[in-house]
């Protein structure tokens, strides 16, 4: 897979651990994981408090990538869904903490609500070599 980190100043600059956008040429094959919420997978429970929640989410999410025989450098796109948007730095440290240059392309909404009132969801767009 061969990946293009696209970057315009007609936009505005990525202000944090993202991309712009990511265009990839590949002959593999694309990957859209469900979104994660908050839960441990052995006692499926929600984790307690927002950076616990977020921890477990990347942990669910590269689960998942594995899985589906990549690893969460092959995402390409991560839209974030988040209870209190005040969240917004803590979610952006534990992003830092987890990927590595060039970022994915990200979005981030606060909602409403969350199934099982978690405070975070994030679903991913990944995608795999042929």
Do not use: W
Request: hydrophobic content about 50%; overall charge negative; proline content about 4%.
């Amino acid at each position: 897979m061969s990946r293009e980190v696209i970057n315009t100043d007609k936009a505005p600059a990525a202000v944090g651990t993202y991309s712009q956008a990511v265009k990839v040429s590949n002959s593999g094959h694309t990957v859209y994981l469900s979104g994660q919420i908050g839960l441990d997978p052995a006692t499926m429970q929600l984790q307690e408090g927002f950076v616990a929640q977020a921890k477990q989410v990347f942990d669910n999410i590269e689960a998942v990538c594995e899985a589906a025989g990549g690893s969460i450098k092959d995402v390409v796109k991560f839209n974030v869904y988040l209870a209190d948007l005040n969240d917004f730095a803590a979610l952006n440290e534990i992003f830092v903490e987890r990927l590595q240059a060039p970022y994915p392309a990200r979005a981030a909404f606060q909602v409403a609500a969350l199934p099982i009132s978690a405070l975070v969801e994030i679903e991913s767009i990944m995608v795999l070599q042929g």
